[in-house]
C-alpha cells in the first residue's frame, strides 16, 4: 500500500456522466429481452444485467476522472460473485466494507479491506488479533479512543498491529453546531480533534494509523433533483453547494492536521452522488462507491449522472379486480430511511404502469393501473427496481446473471451464502 500525499500529478478535470441525459427508465427493446430470457422462471427472482452492471462500475471510474481510485462499498453489492465482478474493473482498488465479520470473510480473498463503521464484535475482533494475514488485510474504523479502548480490553496486547482508519464527520453545522446537516456519524469534526485522535493512535501500543475517509451523506446520498417542490429543489442545491466548499476546506485542513502527526495511506470520501467534486479535492485519494453498478430507484432524482438500471425484482400477476387493474403478489419491498415515495420500488416494466396511490407497493398486493395493465394476464411478469441497491439482496437468496439476451449464471447473495453481516 502506499502512502497518501496532499499533491497528486495533474490529471484531466472531472466530467460529467455520459449517461446523465438518459432516461429514468431502460430501453424498452432491453427489457423485452430480459423478460423472454426470464419467462421460464417462477417469481420472486432477482435479476442483475451485467452488460448494465458492467457498463455502471466502467461509468463510475469514468466520473473519477483519473483523480482517485474507487473503494467498493460492498454493502451495495451484497454477492461475494459481483465484488469480485466489479473490482476487477481498472480504476478499482480495495473494498469498503460494513461489518467486521464480512471484512474478515471478504479479505480471504481481497488484500485491501477497511471497514465503513466502528465494530463491537468481540468475536471478530480475537479472530483478527489472532490472524496476521487478516490484521494486514483488514482496517478498523474509529471515531474516539473509547474504541481503542474497547479494542485493548478484547483482545489484550499480544497482538499483531490493528491498522485503523479515523471517521471524520463531514456534515455541513451551522449557527455554531445547533444546525447539522448530514449523516450523525463521527464526533470528530475538526482538524484539532483529528490530530488529537491521530496522536492518541501513534502513542498507543498495537494500532496503526492507515488512512482518514469521510461520507458526505448530504451531498452523495441526497438528490439534487427530487420530485415536488421547486423551493425543496433549489433548497438542496443550495445547502449542497454551500456544504461542498465548506467540506473540501476542512477535509484539507484536516490531512495536513493529521499527517503532520502520522503518514496516511489513504484519504477516502464521497459516495456515488459525489464522486465527481469529490475526486476533485486534491487531498482525497479514493472514493468510496458501489450503489451506481446497480442503478437503484434513489438515482433517478440526480441531474449530474445517471446509472444504468441493472437490478431488478420480478413478482407475478395473480389477480384481476377488474379490467383495467391487476394485482401483483407482493412488491412492498420498501427501501430503508426516511418514510416517502422515494423509498417504494419502482414499477419498470411493462411499462406505462403505476400503482394505486392509496395502496402502493404492499406486502401482499400491488395493484397496478394504466395502458399496460389491461393486457396483463395471470401470471404474468411484471418487474420493479428496488430504491436502494444492496437491499434488494436482502429479499432473495440469488441473483440471476443476465449477459445478451441469456440467463448466464445464477449467483448467491450474501443471505444465500447463510450470513448475516448486514
Not at 479472530?127 to 474504541?147: F, H, N, P, Y
Not at 489484550?156 to 445547533?178: H, K, T
Not at 415536488?228 to 429543489?233: D, K, V, Y
Amino acid at each position: 500500500m502506499s502512502t497518501h500525499t496532499t499533491s497528486r500529478p495533474d490529471a484531466k478535470k472531472p466530467v460529467l456522466s455520459r449517461a446523465a441525459s438518459a432516461g429514468t427508465g431502460p430501453d424498452e427493446d432491453r427489457m423485452v429481452q430480459l423478460g423472454k430470457a426470464t419467462e421460464h422462471l417462477d417469481p420472486p427472482f432477482a435479476v442483475v444485467d451485467l452488460d448494465a452492471f458492467d457498463a455502471n462500475a466502467t461509468e463510475l471510474a469514468h466520473r473519477a476522472a483519473g483523480l482517485a481510485t474507487i473503494r467498493l462499498a460492498s454493502k451495495s453489492v451484497r454477492s461475494r460473485e459481483l465484488i469480485g465482478r466489479a473490482v476487477r474493473h481498472e480504476g478499482y482498488r480495495g473494498i469498503l466494507a460494513f461489518t467486521l465479520p464480512e471484512a474478515l470473510w471478504l479479505a480471504e480473498d481481497h488484500e485491501d479491506v477497511v471497514i465503513g463503521y466502528p465494530t463491537t464484535d468481540r468475536a471478530a475482533l480475537k479472530r483478527l488479533a489472532s490472524d496476521e494475514r487478516a490484521a494486514a488485510r483488514v482496517t478498523l474504523m474509529i471515531d474516539s479512543i473509547g474504541q481503542l479502548d474497547f479494542v485493548d480490553e478484547v483482545v489484550g496486547a499480544s497482538r499483531p498491529d490493528i491498522r485503523v482508519c479515523i471517521d471524520l464527520d463531514a456534515s455541513l453545522e451551522l449557527a455554531g453546531g445547533r444546525i447539522h446537516l448530514g449523516p450523525y456519524r463521527s464526533p470528530v469534526h475538526s482538524p484539532r480533534q483529528a490530530a488529537a485522535l491521530a496522536r492518541a493512535i501513534r502513542e498507543r501500543p498495537g494500532f496503526r494509523l492507515a488512512g482518514l475517509m469521510s461520507y458526505e451523506g448530504q451531498i452523495a446520498g441526497l438528490g439534487d433533483n427530487q420530485p415536488g417542490s421547486l423551493l425543496r429543489r433549489a433548497a438542496i442545491r443550495a445547502m449542497q453547494r454551500v456544504s461542498a466548499g465548506e467540506l473540501a476546506d476542512r477535509r484539507a485542513a484536516v490531512v495536513a492536521a493529521v499527517e503532520a502527526v502520522a503518514p496516511l495511506e489513504f484519504v477516502n470520501g464521497g459516495g456515488t452522488g459525489s464522486i465527481e467534486q469529490t475526486a476533485a479535492e486534491h487531498v482525497i485519494t479514493e472514493i468510496g462507491a458501489g450503489s451506481g453498478l446497480y442503478g437503484p430507484g434513489l438515482f433517478d432524482f440526480y441531474r449530474r449522472f445517471r446509472p444504468q438500471p441493472a437490478a431488478y425484482f420480478v413478482m407475478s400477476v395473480v389477480r384481476r379486480p377488474s379490467p383495467r387493474i391487476a394485482t401483483v403478489l407482493g412488491g412492498g419491498w420498501i427501501a430503508s430511511g426516511p418514510p416517502g415515495l422515494d423509498r417504494q420500488p419502482t414499477l419498470t416494466w411493462p411499462h406505462g404502469l403505476r400503482t394505486n396511490p392509496r395502496e402502493g407497493t404492499g406486502e401482499v398486493q400491488t395493484p397496478v393501473l394504466g395502458a399496460a395493465a389491461h393486457g396483463l394476464r395471470l401470471g404474468d411478469h411484471v418487474w420493479f427496481r428496488h430504491a436502494k441497491a444492496g437491499e434488494l439482496c436482502e429479499r432473495v437468496n440469488t441473483l440471476h446473471l443476465l449477459s445478451g439476451a441469456e440467463i448466464v449464471d445464477e449467483v448467491a447473495t450474501y443471505r444465500g451464502e447463510g450470513h448475516a453481516f448486514l
